[in-house]
């Protein structure tokens, strides 16, 4: 009974917490967003399940690649699990990630992964035009992460990571830190959660000048309706960035659907509003921002399948595969 009470108390005062940090974590990073950043790559989804659902992760569960969305994801992990995938991007461009996850009972999960993009091989011309044969551009980020839950049920988690990018011969390299974290607020029913990722610094720029970091504040909640074999996830993005109007800050918003057909497969959709806008060409944004994609998990592995419209542009497909 004297738990019970106590449980109780540490979860309103839990729910009383999570405003007051979400108002500091705004001030406090505010002070770092504006302007154009560099390694823009650190924004992409990794991962074909992150894709499938227009990029709604913030409250994802149980997946490995979390390490790379919401650290906090890391506490929902049991045992161990590896996720490992490959995405042709548009023209010659390539990218993919791999990442693993293990659980220290009584203590926590641990994870650490890489996500990498290879944008291939460009054309080197002198002042008149000579040709000075070929050069390579590539962009790598190395992350590792701690995540555990406390008794009130505030999943909490931190991650480190280094990043590295290369044009031909010049380099140059940062540090960051993610945090995050995650509340189930009603049982199976609504959980919630927060994640403020990339922040922190170049270490080594490409001139002489320090660019900022794709800080990037993200909250979001997962909703589970009862007597319907679906998730629905909701999501808002980029709440550090700066907007000519207080309602465009609600412009980057994402939403995901993920609906159990049977134990062992699974569709998604999903719509990221920012991705439509920064895609549209002239009037037309066609079917940009949307995506869907299917997964077929066993006892051993997991395939996930992603399609994401590009509009205009085209549309990229992705496949992972995690295995527990």
């Not at 000075?132 to 701690?146: H, K, Q, R, S």
């Amino acid at each position: 009974m004297i738990t019970d009470i106590g449980d109780s108390m540490m979860a309103r005062l839990t729910l009383r917490i999570l405003p007051v940090l979400l108002i500091l974590l705004l001030q406090v990073t505010a002070a770092h967003a504006g302007g154009k950043s560099t390694y823009d790559f650190l924004r992409n989804d990794v991962g074909a399940r992150a894709a499938a659902l227009g990029g709604s992760v913030v409250t994802l569960t149980n997946d490995p690649t979390s390490i790379f969305s919401n650290p906090a994801g890391l506490a929902t992990m049991e045992g161990k699990s590896v996720s490992v995938g490959f995405f042709k991007e548009l023209l010659d461009i390539n990218a993919g990630y791999a990442g693993g996850t293990t659980d220290i009972p009584g203590l926590g999960t641990i994870g650490a992964g890489v996500v990498y993009m290879n944008y291939g091989e460009f054309q080197r011309t002198g002042e008149e035009g000579q040709d000075l044969g070929t050069f390579g551009a590539g962009e790598l980020a190395f992350i590792a992460g701690y995540g555990s839950v406390l008794p009130s049920g505030l999943a909490y988690g931190a991650s480190v990571k280094f990043i590295y990018s290369s044009i031909g011969e010049f380099n140059s390299s940062a540090a960051a830190v993610d945090l995050g974290l995650q509340y189930t607020a009603v049982p199976n029913r609504i959980r919630l959660g927060a994640s403020l990722q990339n922040l922190g610094t170049q270490i080594d720029p490409y001139g002489t000048t320090r660019e900022p970091l794709p800080l990037d504040l993200r909250v979001g909640a997962t909703l589970t309706p009862e007597h319907l074999p679906a998730v629905l996830m909701v999501n808002l993005h980029r709440l550090t960035d700066s907007f000519e109007s207080f309602s465009d800050r609600f412009k980057a918003f994402s939403v995901g659907a993920e609906f159990t057909v049977s134990p062992n497969f699974l569709l998604r959709a999903g719509y990221d509003n920012q991705k439509r806008l920064d895609l549209k060409v002239g009037q037309s944004s066609g079917m940009s921002g949307f995506s869907a994609g299917a997964g077929i998990a066993t006892g051993f592995y997991t395939i996930d399948y992603a399609y994401s419209s590009l509009g205009p542009i085209g549309a990229l497909h992705r496949i992972s595969i995690a295995f527990q």
